[in-house]
């Protein structure tokens, strides 16, 4: 189970000496065109996770492994990869490798692309029952396969006793085993930016539901 932020007291902190420590970041991306008022809820949720982890590692322990979602290679190269893929998480990630801590590779290619094809398919949409049910199989399947090898690779690189970083989307299916101490990063933005997201997808339904009842009047 994982740890809340600010229910861990530093006399506390001495119980998961010798423990594997990860700690976890929601990975939230903006986009072109991104409205203003979200874009102010992203740069504070980035803010708010450095201060979060600063907070964090000086309790529990400073960071030595940063594992992040959809890189495959490790140090410098994994950097600049993350460069395109995420600017704000790039920035989070390079700053900790600068005082110390090693970027790993957590996914593996093949595993991914399997999996975001998948994907694709099933934001399409199908008209047949049948092979929704088929390619929904297919996605979770190769879903899991690629949370198991992210797991993995974090069983297999992270020492005991050290202190790791994950980032990675809401909504992953990782089950970490009893042997990891887990420390969710939960910054008070991320839920302004969910309850802002939930709005706007009610917004969007309504204004559909309109436009359809205005094409059936006409």
Same mark, same amino acid.
């Given at each position: 189970m994982?740890e809340? &932020?600010g229910?861990?007291?530093? #006399?506390e902190? $001495?119980r998961?000496?010798?423990k *594997?420590?990860?700690?976890?970041? #929601? &990975?939230?991306?903006?986009?072109?065109?991104s #409205? #203003?008022?979200?874009?102010e809820?992203y740069?504070l949720?980035?803010?708010q996770v450095?201060?979060h982890i600063?907070s &964090?590692?000086s =309790?529990?322990g400073?960071?030595k492994?940063?594992?992040?979602?959809?890189v495959?290679?490790?140090?410098?190269?994994?950097?600049e990869i993350?460069?395109k893929?995420?600017p704000?998480s790039?920035q989070?990630v390079?700053?900790?490798?600068?005082?110390?801590?090693?970027?790993?590779v957590?996914?593996d290619?093949e595993t991914?692309?399997e999996s975001m094809?998948?994907?694709r398919h099933?934001?399409i949409g199908?008209?047949?029952?049948?092979?929704?049910?088929l390619?929904s199989q297919f996605y979770?399947?190769? $879903?899991?396969?690629?949370?198991?090898?992210?797991?993995q690779?974090?069983k297999?690189?992270?020492p005991?006793?050290?202190?790791? &970083?994950?980032i990675?989307?809401?909504g992953?299916?990782?089950?970490?085993?009893?042997?990891?101490?887990?420390?969710?990063?939960s +910054? +008070?933005?991320?839920?302004d930016?969910r309850?802002?997201? =939930?709005e706007r997808?009610?917004k969007s339904?309504?204004?559909?539901?309109?436009?359809v009842?205005?094409?059936k *009047?006409?």
């Open positions: 994982a809340e &932020l229910k861990i007291e530093k #006399p902190a $001495s998961f000496q010798g *594997k420590k990860l700690y976890i970041v #929601p &990975l939230l991306f903006s986009w072109k065109d #409205p #203003p008022e979200y874009i809820k740069n949720y980035w803010q450095r201060e600063a &964090l590692e =309790r529990i400073s960071i492994i940063i594992y992040h979602e959809s495959t290679e490790a140090g410098d190269n994994g950097i993350l460069q893929l995420n704000s790039h989070l390079r700053e900790k490798c600068l005082m110390g801590a090693h970027l790993e957590a996914e290619r991914i692309e094809d998948w994907e099933m934001m199908f008209l047949s029952n049948k092979v929704a049910t390619i979770n399947e190769a $879903s899991k396969k690629r949370y198991d090898h992210i797991m690779r974090i297999d690189t992270l005991d006793g050290d202190v790791a &970083l994950l990675i989307r809401e992953h299916g990782i089950q970490f085993p009893p042997d990891i101490e887990v420390f969710s990063v +910054p +008070p933005a991320l839920n930016i309850r802002w997201l =939930r997808q009610d339904d309504i204004d559909i539901e309109e436009k009842d205005q094409e *009047k006409e």
